[in-house]
């Protein structure tokens, strides 16, 4: 198993949409519609954003969106703002029932 | 609300044994998969494994040789040993909930304790 594979590093200005990619295989994300984001401030832990693609839990903005095309799931942020600063991470469910995540996505609000 | 906390030494000697243990409360430990991930420092997150109820478990193939999960149902808890640590397997560990799928399978980690950092050093 490898990780799922992310950008190191994506920034946008406030106001402005980010799109973060994770690229897997077909026995990961090509298999399961079961990706998830996950937000992560310094020191804090993770905060599930996104599941199953697309669907957002109780409480999260409609500013953050999910969407997969074959391998490759994307996070995408609308409307930046300041405190969407944080690392970002995917997760999908692999072969065997097992997880894995991506390398993670450092974003930077300019 | 549900809660996990998680407690165990903070420093572990080379070549033994890391133990942890997750409290969880405002929820039955017997309703959900409960799993471990760690964060090296600086690093990504890495999923270690996850147990049901019954005891059974799903490890990453990676660590799955050094690795054991059990519940304790009585006590609402679950726990992680990792055996013949080295100073790689210094990281900041969380435990978390699993929501599954309609098919059962792991779904995503909706609920996590705030990690406990454990160091390998002698």
């Known amino acids: 198993q490898s990780a799922l594979t992310q950008p190191a590093s994506v920034s946008g200005s406030p106001g402005q949409s980010i799109t973060i990619s994770c690229t897997g295989t077909n026995s990961d994300i090509g298999n399961y519609n079961l990706v998830s984001w996950y937000q992560q401030h310094p020191g804090k832990a993770p905060k599930l954003m996104i599941y199953e693609v697309t669907k957002r839990p109780s409480g999260i903005s409609s500013r953050f969106s999910g969407s997969k095309s074959g391998n490759t799931a994307s996070l995408t942020i609308s409307g930046l703002q300041a405190e969407d600063e944080a690392d970002y991470y995917c997760c999908s469910c692999a072969g065997s029932s097992t997880l894995l995540f991506g390398g993670g996505t450092r974003l930077t609000v300019l | 609300q549900v809660q996990l906390q998680e407690s165990g030494p903070g420093l572990v000697k080379p070549s033994e044994t890391l133990s942890l243990t997750c409290s969880v409360s405002g929820d039955s430990i017997s309703t959900y998969y409960w799993s471990w991930i760690r964060q090296t420092p600086g690093k990504g997150l890495e999923w270690i494994g996850y147990?049901?109820?019954?005891?059974?478990?799903r490890y990453n193939p990676s660590l799955k040789s050094r690795v054991t999960m059990s519940v304790d149902t009585s006590k609402n808890q679950f726990s992680l040993k990792l055996r013949s640590v080295t100073a790689a397997d210094t990281a900041v560990y969380y435990c978390a909930r699993i929501e599954r799928d309609v098919y059962n399978y792991p779904r995503d980690l909706d609920y996590w304790g705030q990690g406990t950092l454990v160091t390998v050093s002698s």
């Open positions: 147990i049901y109820y019954s005891g059974s478990t």
